[in-house]
């Protein structure tokens, strides 16, 4: 069946510094969404990715969909303590697979 | 719209006691999800309904889990009888079709001594 993995599983980051979560799928998917999730709360909807190649933007964070619509990744630059929190990809055929988030932790 | 609502917010039982968890949907939502999160195994999803059918229930651990969904704005998690192990928090999710954006509940936190 359907799996979407997530890497890294954890990242520590520098407060100011850049970095990239990456979502992999065993399928091809009709569309991947990300959520995130901060500590204590529950998962919420960040943005939806539908087409090949896709490049969206959300002030600091940059969301693209591969060509092949089997992977994806998340891009935040210049981060900041607001960034705490577990990043989760989903990847849909039939149905929503979460992968298992990255964590991201920020040293100010 | 109040979200997706889940009752209660913390439950703290003992071993073998019957635990049942409820949630109340978005309006106009027609699927809905139940998952479980634990620093062990992630956010999983147990089952999930669309049009108050149950779909996909592939993910429910055992039969000790049941789900209902008796009509279009309530829903409801029973585990019986609970076990240590069953420990975590459970989230209920709904969406307009079961590939669209997911709104989740803040969840509820269970506690099995």
């Known amino acids: 069946g359907q799996q979407v993995m997530q890497i890294p599983q954890y990242q520590h980051v520098q407060e100011g510094e850049d970095f990239t979560t990456y979502c992999n799928s065993s399928?091809?998917?009709?569309?991947i969404q990300w959520y995130k999730q901060r500590p204590g709360g529950h998962p919420v909807f960040l943005i939806q990715l539908v087409k090949s190649g896709e490049v969206k933007k959300q002030k600091r964070l940059t969301f693209q969909f591969g060509e092949a619509k089997k992977n994806s990744s998340l891009h935040i630059t210049a981060t900041q303590t607001t960034d705490v929190g577990t990043y989760f990809c989903a990847g849909s055929d039939y149905k929503l697979s979460f992968g298992a988030g990255t964590t991201v932790t920020v040293r100010a | 719209d109040a979200g997706v609502i889940q009752s209660p917010r913390h439950e703290v039982t003992e071993m073998g006691q019957e635990v049942t968890l409820r949630c109340k949907p978005i309006?106009?939502?027609?699927?809905l999800f139940w998952y479980r999160q634990t620093m062990m195994r992630g956010l999983e999803l147990l089952i999930y309904?669309?049009?108050?059918?149950?779909?996909?229930d592939s993910g429910m651990p055992e039969d000790r889990f049941s789900a209902k969904m008796p009509n279009a704005s309530f829903s409801t998690l029973k585990i019986q009888p609970s076990e240590p192990r069953d420990s975590a928090v459970y989230f209920c999710a709904s969406s307009f079709d079961n590939y669209n954006e997911q709104f989740f509940g803040p969840g509820t936190r269970l506690t099995v001594l």
């Open positions: 309904f669309n049009n108050n059918v149950p779909i996909d």
């Open positions: 309006s106009g939502h027609n699927s």
């Open positions: 399928t091809t998917l009709s569309n």
